[in-house]
């Protein structure tokens, strides 16, 4: 296959659009970190803590749709830029919030400016990179924004024990000031300056009604929900009180394995794009495999009798770190099933799926806890507490692959009536490729 070139400013918009999808990870996390001094310093419960998390990635949620449409009608550009100005307002008030409600509201606007990102971003993808690099720069692009995991477990905890909650979230305001600087001087919504939005604003809403309706652009959504959900739940909130005050961990060694979780996204992620990129009809074969294997994962670590050994905790972490960059899965049937015209209200739409997950599952979390808590009188925060409140992870996410199965069945008989494409069970294809590999290797019945 011949390599297709890249030009230089394309890959200095990848560049801008990697820095601003960083950034936003940076403020989406660093609430896990701070989890333990939020509650010290609002004297919270464990579900009022959790209403920190769930809102912002509520509010995340909630305008996923919008910001799709609002990037089919304006550009990436512009709405990027938006989104960096909001983050760093966001996290100003979150600095100097003296209450949980004013905190709350803070992170609200750090949910709605992380959820200008990065469907923003995708597009800048789509619009600079020839369709067979799109899969893996859409990886590349997860992978290196999440790095931005790392900056709050390590950096963002050493300046919040240093500076305090103050300094070290007017420290992370100014990350998203960088960020912005950064969007303002690189990015270009498309090669020779032309403007990616739409006409107008009904041309948009009617390409996002378009692209709901595609049984691809659903099995997408529910792509994202399953694989996505249960690393974001474990890194933006109960992952750090888990290791630290369940399991009894040193800070250190905590924000140690929440930076393994974002290496092990980093080193699988472009494997995953490759696949996805050479076998398009069995990306679903994918997602299960990866479902299955966070479910054993974390099988291990919540039915292990007394504490969870370090390696089987790293285990667990490589299973979630594995499972973000699974969910880019979901984006790109939603490129492959939608024109590029409505890719931001249909990329918006499968966004929904994976924080739909999360804060659903970061709230039932937080409120189990509490339910444990008053009932035996026990700690809080203590193994036991933890190891029902993080089953209820099997009730979310089964149910959503019972639903990504059900789309998929629908989805590959659309397939098959409109285009003749007939995809069928995984071991049967794979016995026939066995089948010709070795008559290749015998030659046929015909060659000399």
Partial sequence: MTAVAVSPRARLVFAGAVVAYLCAVLQRSTLGVAGVAAADRFDASAAALSTLGVVQLLVYALLQVPVGVL???????????????????????????????????????VGAGDATTFVAALRLVNAWFPPARVPVMSQWLGNLGQLGQVLSAIPFALLLGLEGWTGAFLGVAGASGVALAVAVATLSDAPGGARAGSADLRTALGGLKASVARSGTRLGFWAHFVTQSSGVMFALLWGYPFLVSAVGLPRPAASALLTVQVLAGFAVGPLLGSLTARFPLRRSNLVIAIVTLLAVAWGLVLLWPGTPPVPLLVLLVIALGIGGPASQIGFDYARTFNPSAGLGGASGFVNVGGFTASFTMMFLVGLLLDLQHAATGAPLYSLGAFRVALAVQYVVVGGGLLAFALARRRTRREMRQRDGVVVGPLWLAMNARVRDRRHSRRGGPDTP
């Fill in 71 to 109: 990037v089919d009608r304006f550009g990436p550009r512009a709405v990027m830029i938006t989104g960096a100005a909001l983050m760093m307002a966001g996290q100003v008030v979150v600095a100097f919030a003296p209450v949980l409600p004013v905190a709350v509201a803070g992170r609200m606007l």
